[in-house]
């Protein structure tokens, strides 16, 4: 086993930079289906107003053991809904904490996700301590290409990243949460939170209903239930990009294997903003593409083209999938009374390159911890001020994040050409690809530390504040 599969973590105070107001915790730096309708104009601060009136459920009776609450109406400490990344680290971080939590998952364990399955050094930094990565190849080597075109393979003498099945994974994460001492219940899809009326016993309870009709009290929940979110919705999560991402796994013979073992293809794509991408897993290949949500067809006919262009047309895929990917406003909120958001279900994902597992970990291990400070509030000022710690916590590091990442896609949406250029042809622009991918350096960081980084992107900020104005006179 390779000393890069184990984490060595730490917690996520001693992850943490920086300071929140009014707390000695610390705060972090920093990837379908139906919709529900989202909130609009929630704001981070809104007294616990309901949902909606509903008549009063019964609160149910567990079964016994794991922790759990064994009489009717006893209220668990902390409830995640959605177990992927964002609610195991969630949960697994309440759970250590010594609290009562129910990790609670609308599916069956394991289940595929559409996902690159891409592991870089913030993911890895944020898992539980002495985590054993099941990965399923460590990428040295990257090839870019710009649709197709001017194909260049550059090459690190250390790991870049490391490359999983997301099945395996996710289970891996649950296992760790319940070791801690979290209870799972799958197949269990929530509907809605309530934060007053008939079925709320009092102000320091949130009801989570379910759709059998039960209901579980908890004194704080954290919505991890994807970019779909049922819990988002209730906070009034709003979006501001969203892009649709299609892929395929491709089981390949070992001579097509071993071409791409330690190795991943990037491609800049045809489409604004667009790219694609082949991540070697054994025995299968996952190819993907990425673009801007309403380019159905273009992208769909990029995902064909880019597949036959590597001559995997003639491999029948086992699983062929799409996904949407959701980015948050900046305003947005992240959380309502006593319910937080994380990951997916609150829109935490980097804009440019869509990765969003690292900042599911990282906003699921800091949701777990505020949640814990939630769930010993004993009055809604004192919960809102942990709430707000949270939302400060998350802004100060992924938020930061997300900005840069916001101007990097602007950038590459309008020349992808030179950032293929830079990143295939100039040193310091590889050094920083890698050094981000390990996780020694952040976006943010990059802009920082390499002037040439930072000119273009400050030409890019004068170049639209010209359009604005000019918007604005006309």
Request: charged letters at 25%.
């Amino acid at each position: 086993m390779s000393s890069d599969d184990v984490v060595h973590g730490a917690s996520a105070g001693q992850a943490a930079q920086g300071a929140e107001p009014g707390t000695e915790q610390g705060t972090e730096q920093g990837t379908a289906g139906g919709a529900a309708p989202a909130v609009p104009e929630g704001t981070e601060e809104p007294a616990e107003v309901a949902a909606e009136d509903t008549a009063a459920v019964p609160a149910a009776v567990p079964a016994d053991g794991g922790g759990e609450p064994e009489r009717e109406g006893e209220v668990w400490d902390v409830v995640v809904v959605g177990a992927g990344p964002a609610g195991a680290s969630a949960a697994h971080a309440a759970a250590a904490a010594g609290r009562r939590v129910l990790l609670l998952e609308k599916a069956e364990l394991p289940r595929y996700k559409t996902c690159g399955g891409g592991i870089i050094g913030p993911s890895r930094d944020a898992l539980p301590p002495g985590f054993v990565l099941p990965f399923k190849d460590r990428i040295h080597a990257v090839t870019f290409s710009l649709d197709g075109k001017l194909t260049r393979t550059r090459r690190s003498k250390g790991m870049l990243f490391g490359l999983i099945n997301r099945p395996e994974f996710d289970a891996a994460l649950v296992a760790e949460a319940e070791k801690a001492g979290a209870t799972l219940r799958t197949g269990t899809a929530v509907t809605r939170v309530e934060q007053h009326g008939a079925a709320v016993p009092d102000r320091r309870t949130v009801a989570v209903v379910l759709a059998d009709g039960e209901t579980v009290l908890a004194r704080a929940v954290v919505g991890a239930d994807g970019s779909a979110s049922r819990i988002g919705a209730h906070v009034g999560v709003e979006m501001d990009q969203v892009d649709l991402g299609l892929e395929a796994e491709i089981p390949v013979p070992p001579t097509v294997a071993a071409d791409w073992k330690g190795r991943v293809l990037i491609d800049w794509g045809p489409l604004p903003g667009s790219y694609g991408w082949v991540f070697p897993k054994g025995d299968t290949l996952t190819v993907g593409v990425i673009s801007a949500k309403g380019e159905g067809a273009a992208t769909k006919r990029y995902l064909d083209d880019f597949i036959a262009r590597l001559g995997l047309a003639g491999f029948e895929p086992a699983v062929s999938s799409g996904h949407l990917t959701r980015c948050r406003k900046p305003g947005s909120p992240l959380s309502r009374g006593r319910v937080l958001v994380a990951g997916d279900a609150a829109g935490l994902l980097e804009p440019w390159t869509r990765e969003g597992i690292s900042f599911a970990l990282r906003s699921g291990r800091l949701a777990g911890e505020w949640a814990v400070k939630i769930s010993e509030a004993q009055d809604a000022v004192d919960a809102r001020r942990q709430a707000l710690n949270y939302a400060f916590a998350v802004k100060a590091g992924l938020g930061v994040e997300m900005g840069v990442g916001k101007r990097m896609l602007t950038v590459f949406e309008s020349r992808p050409g030179m950032l293929h250029a830079a990143i295939t042809g100039f040193r310091p622009a590889w050094l920083a690809f890698a050094r981000i991918t390990r996780g020694s350096m952040t976006l943010a960081d990059m802009v920082r530390t390499y002037p040439l980084a930072r000119k273009a992107l400050h030409l890019l900020d004068a170049r639209q504040a010209r359009g604005a104005r000019k918007g604005t006179a006309d």
